[in-house]
């Protein structure tokens, strides 16, 4: 048996190139899942005949060929919550049930182009994302799905978080059940990185703003719903430390710009939402700066499916998402890291391509969305300090080169002219050197 596939793309996506380059071949080894080869093929050679008579060839000269997408912001312990609330998910469904819901999230999502996804917290399921992530590893996994990236239970401070409930007024959580970990104080902040670092996280997520004063809803509403700091600047300096003195990367909720500006000084790894920097030149100037290592994730699906469903203040905060990101891109292409993120599991999961159709309709040319959704994925989710070996997480992924992950996506269409219906039309999917999807169809196992 051999242990290489080859595959005849018609156009090939480089995301360095920014650029479709035409009839390019892919060697890509089963044995390692690792790209061996990329070169250019004559159509007209007699060549092609023969490798298409190679049983191990795969043709895909009809289809615009691009690394695997990635989602840089999921949560697949989550369902949309226009099927059932937070709320009541956190404190209804139970660990079982959230679980075997993550396991169709995960397959839905990698059969929609998506070889890897970051997932930003558990939502009160606990550790289980530590234990799905070990499922969906490896050159034989036990379920198909995504390469996938866990940041554990999240960590806020005391009273910032849900579930809360309406008797106990003073208690953390529902029915012993919590949606993070909470932590006050600069001891208790290192503490929680430390323990969810040990649990086997890739990532740290903190709640750096919220709507803390959400039980003041029925007597000010406008308070209950605004994001204040759950964290003083000494405890984000200790959690951010910490976590980069273990070589792992943290990610931060953050809306408000007091907030994102202690975030960007004190060196946060990439920041989720950040719907209010349209109100701050300097903050944007400051994600531009070079020396700025911050990688900005919109989660503008998110925003965008909560006004959709005519949810509280929904018109206005997609709004303000829609006109932030518009800022950022004024700032000019290339200037500010950006990775592809829609907090996904607010809307459906398998629906992951609605954060780079909404980025092409608010103005960004589909060559730089593309990459933000496939090597801006890989920019913002690798590794502080890059492990050598075959893991799938510390595997290059994000672009089709000699040595990197062998994650590709076959698209029907013109990306160029009808770039959000091409990204639907997902033909082919492979992860690791292993098709999931082939002629449109799911492969089984």
């Given at each position: 048996?051999?242990?290489s596939?080859?595959i005849?793309?018609?156009q090939l996506y480089?995301?360095?190139?920014?650029?479709?380059v035409?009839?390019?071949l892919?060697?890509v080894s089963?044995?390692?899942g690792?790209?061996?080869?990329?070169?250019?093929?004559s159509p007209?050679?007699?060549?092609v005949?023969?490798?298409?008579n190679?049983p191990d060839?795969?043709?895909?000269?009809?289809?615009?060929?691009?690394?695997?997408?990635v989602d840089?912001?999921?949560?697949?312990f989550?369902h949309?919550?226009?099927e059932?609330?937070w709320?009541e998910?956190?404190?209804?469904?139970?660990?079982v049930?959230?679980?075997v819901r993550?396991?169709v999230h995960a397959?839905?999502?990698?059969?929609?182009?998506?070889?890897?996804?970051?997932?930003l917290?558990?939502?009160?399921?606990e550790?289980?994302?530590?234990?799905?992530?070990k499922?969906?590893s490896?050159?034989d996994?036990?379920?198909?799905?995504?390469r996938?990236?866990?940041?554990n239970?999240?960590?806020?401070?005391?009273?910032?978080?849900?579930?809360k409930?309406s008797?106990?007024?003073?208690?953390?959580?529902v029915d012993?059940?919590?949606?993070a970990?909470?932590a006050?104080?600069?001891?208790?902040?290192i503490?929680?990185?430390r323990?969810?670092i040990?649990a086997?996280?890739d990532w740290?997520k903190i709640?750096?703003?919220?709507?803390?004063?959400?039980?003041?809803?029925d007597?000010?509403?406008?308070l209950a719903g605004?994001?204040?700091?759950?964290?003083?600047?000494?405890?984000l300096?200790?959690?951010?430390?910490?976590a980069?003195?273990?070589?792992?990367?943290i990610a931060?909720?953050?809306k408000?710009v007091p907030?994102i500006?202690?975030?960007l000084?004190?060196?946060?790894?990439?920041l989720e939402?950040?719907?209010?920097?349209?109100?701050s030149?300097a903050a944007?100037?400051?994600?531009?700066r070079?020396?700025c290592?911050?990688?900005?994730?919109p989660?503008?699906?998110?925003?965008?499916?909560?006004?959709?469903r005519?949810?509280?203040?929904g018109d206005a905060?997609?709004?303000?998402a829609a006109?932030?990101?518009?800022?950022v891109?004024?700032e000019?292409?290339?200037?500010i890291?950006?990775?592809?993120g829609?907090?996904t599991?607010v809307?459906?999961h398998?629906?992951?391509?609605?954060e780079m159709e909404?980025m092409?309709r608010?103005?960004?040319?589909?060559?730089?969305?593309l990459r933000?959704g496939?090597?801006?994925?890989?920019?913002c989710?690798r590794?502080?300090d890059?492990d050598p070996?075959a893991?799938?997480?510390?595997?290059q992924?994000?672009?089709?080169?000699?040595?990197?992950?062998?994650?590709l996506?076959g698209?029907?269409?013109d990306?160029a002219?009808?770039?959000?219906?091409?990204?639907?039309?997902v033909?082919?999917v492979?992860?690791?050197?292993r098709v999931?999807?082939?002629?449109g169809?799911?492969v089984t196992?």
């Amino acid at each position: 048996m051999k242990m290489s596939t080859k595959i005849l793309a018609g156009q090939l996506y480089d995301p360095y190139l920014l650029q479709l380059v035409p009839h390019q071949l892919i060697t890509v080894s089963r044995k390692t899942g690792l790209v061996l080869d990329v070169c250019s093929f004559s159509p007209e050679s007699a060549s092609v005949n023969l490798i298409l008579n190679d049983p191990d060839t795969i043709d895909l000269r009809h289809l615009t060929v691009a690394p695997g997408f990635v989602d840089a912001h999921v949560h697949f312990f989550l369902h949309s919550y226009s099927e059932t609330s937070w709320a009541e998910q956190v404190t209804k469904e139970s660990l079982v049930e959230r679980t075997v819901r993550a396991t169709v999230h995960a397959r839905k999502t990698l059969l929609a182009g998506y070889t890897c996804v970051r997932d930003l917290g558990t939502e009160g399921a606990e550790d289980a994302d530590i234990a799905l992530r070990k499922c969906l590893s490896g050159p034989d996994p036990i379920i198909p799905g995504p390469r996938y990236f866990t940041a554990n239970r999240a960590i806020v401070s005391t009273g910032s978080y849900g579930p809360k409930g309406s008797i106990h007024l003073n208690k953390e959580g529902v029915d012993g059940v919590v949606g993070a970990e909470a932590a006050d104080g600069p001891a208790e902040c290192i503490r929680a990185v430390r323990k969810q670092i040990g649990a086997g996280a890739d990532w740290i997520k903190i709640y750096a703003d919220y709507p803390i004063r959400s039980r003041m809803t029925d007597v000010s509403p406008r308070l209950a719903g605004r994001s204040i700091p759950t964290f003083s600047r000494d405890e984000l300096k200790v959690l951010i430390d910490t976590a980069h003195h273990a070589g792992v990367k943290i990610a931060a909720h953050a809306k408000t710009v007091p907030v994102i500006a202690d975030l960007l000084a004190l060196g946060v790894d990439s920041l989720e939402h950040g719907n209010e920097l349209h109100t701050s030149p300097a903050a944007v100037r400051e994600l531009a700066r070079p020396a700025c290592r911050t990688v900005l994730v919109p989660t503008l699906a998110a925003y965008y499916s909560i006004a959709q469903r005519g949810g509280a203040g929904g018109d206005a905060a997609w709004e303000a998402a829609a006109q932030s990101f518009r800022t950022v891109l004024a700032e000019g292409l290339g200037r500010i890291a950006i990775a592809c993120g829609g907090d996904t599991g607010v809307f459906p999961h398998g629906e992951n391509a609605l954060e780079m159709e909404l980025m092409e309709r608010l103005g960004a040319p589909w060559a730089w969305v593309l990459r933000w959704g496939t090597l801006g994925g890989w920019e913002c989710l690798r590794a502080l300090d890059p492990d050598p070996d075959a893991g799938d997480n510390s595997m290059q992924f994000g672009c089709v080169r000699p040595g990197w992950a062998a994650d590709l996506v076959g698209l029907d269409g013109d990306l160029a002219i009808d770039f959000a219906k091409t990204l639907r039309r997902v033909e082919f999917v492979m992860k690791r050197g292993r098709v999931y999807k082939q002629n449109g169809r799911e492969v089984t196992m």
